[in-house]
């Protein structure tokens, strides 16, 4: 009897915890300025002791122009400069990408990609940080439980640099 028990634990630890998906959305404002600049954005959570717990994106400038090469200008994304990407090797494939134009933008992530596929059982918070050249900078947060045992959403108001931002946790 007990082997028979063992054995189907032990299959029933095999299959995954939980699958859930995280919906965000992030508006760049457009602003009516005499010298505009797509700005740098990194999203990324932070964990309780407020530690990088996986970085979900980070917009730059990828390619070379006159001005230099687009990640000489990441450091002015501060906090998570500090925190996290000064030890990245940039471009992280299914992370950095270029800097997006004014408007809605929307990510989905899913228990079954590298962002969400290590995050443990616990609180968090949503990060998200602007800078942009000739411009301001602008940080937002959004605390959340992980996983989602129910649809959480939660939102936040940027003043300058960044619009409107939701977040969407569903199991």
């Not at 999203?43 to 990828?62: M, P, R, T």
């Amino acid at each position: 009897m007990r082997a028979t028990l063992t054995i189907a634990l032990s299959g029933l630890l095999a299959m995954p915890a939980y699958a859930a998906t995280l919906d965000i959305e992030v508006e760049i404002p457009k602003l009516n300025v005499a010298e505009y600049h797509r700005p740098y954005v990194a999203i990324w959570l932070e964990g309780a002791d407020q530690k990088v717990a996986s970085n979900l994106a980070v917009w730059y400038q990828s390619k070379d122009t006159a001005e230099g090469h687009g990640t000489k200008w990441l450091p002015d994304l501060r906090q998570w400069w500090r925190k996290s990407g000064r030890t990245l090797e940039v471009p992280v494939d299914g992370v950095t990408g270029p800097t997006r134009p004014a408007g809605t933008h929307a990510l989905s992530f899913t228990t079954q990609q590298p962002q969400l596929k290590e995050l443990a059982p616990g609180q968090y918070t949503l990060v998200v940080e602007a800078a942009r050249e000739v411009g301001g900078r602008e940080l937002v947060k959004i605390p959340f439980s992980w996983p989602a045992t129910s649809a959480q959403t939660g939102k936040a108001q940027g003043t300058s640099e960044l619009g409107a931002v939701s977040l969407t946790a569903k199991p």
